[in-house]
């Protein structure tokens, strides 16, 4: 198993920047892929970015790319997501996930571990 821990999420103005925590723990042995996710109330939960364990495997969707840049530490089990030039339309529950596939995918279903999300609020 493994457990995911976000934090960093909060209100912010738009064209400001957050950047999003994501602690690591269990069996961090498998290599864990991350992937980062986002949830409107009501809506499906979509995909944003993603890195695979040694860093590669950098995906984004394209409504993000050019503003937020994903990364992590394995010497220090965490992952990150620091977002820039903020929207509103940004504001959503984020989400950290994790899988052992050693794959690139940006699909959630093969995304067996999830963390309990942080809200990020963008004021207009």
């Known amino acids: 198993q493994v457990q995911l821990v976000e934090s960093g999420g909060g209100l912010v103005q738009a064209g400001g920047s957050l950047t999003l925590s994501c602690a690591v723990s269990?069996?961090?042995?498998?290599?864990?892929?991350l992937g980062w996710f986002r949830q409107l109330a009501g809506k499906e939960r979509e995909f944003v970015a993603t890195?695979?364990?040694?860093?590669?495997?950098?995906y984004y969707a394209d409504s993000v790319k050019g503003r937020f840049t994903v990364s992590r530490d394995n010497n220090k089990n965490m992952g990150y997501l620091q977002m820039n030039s903020l929207k509103p339309e940004d504001t959503a529950v984020y989400y950290c996930?994790?899988?052992?596939?050693?794959?690139?995918?940006?699909?959630?279903?093969?995304?067996?571990?999830w963390g309990q999300g942080t809200q990020v609020t963008v004021s207009s």
């Open positions: 890195i695979g364990w040694s860093g590669d495997k950098i």
């Open positions: 996930a994790a899988h052992s596939l050693g794959i690139a995918t940006t699909d959630k279903v093969r995304f067996r571990y």
């Open positions: 269990g069996r961090t042995v498998i290599r864990p892929s």
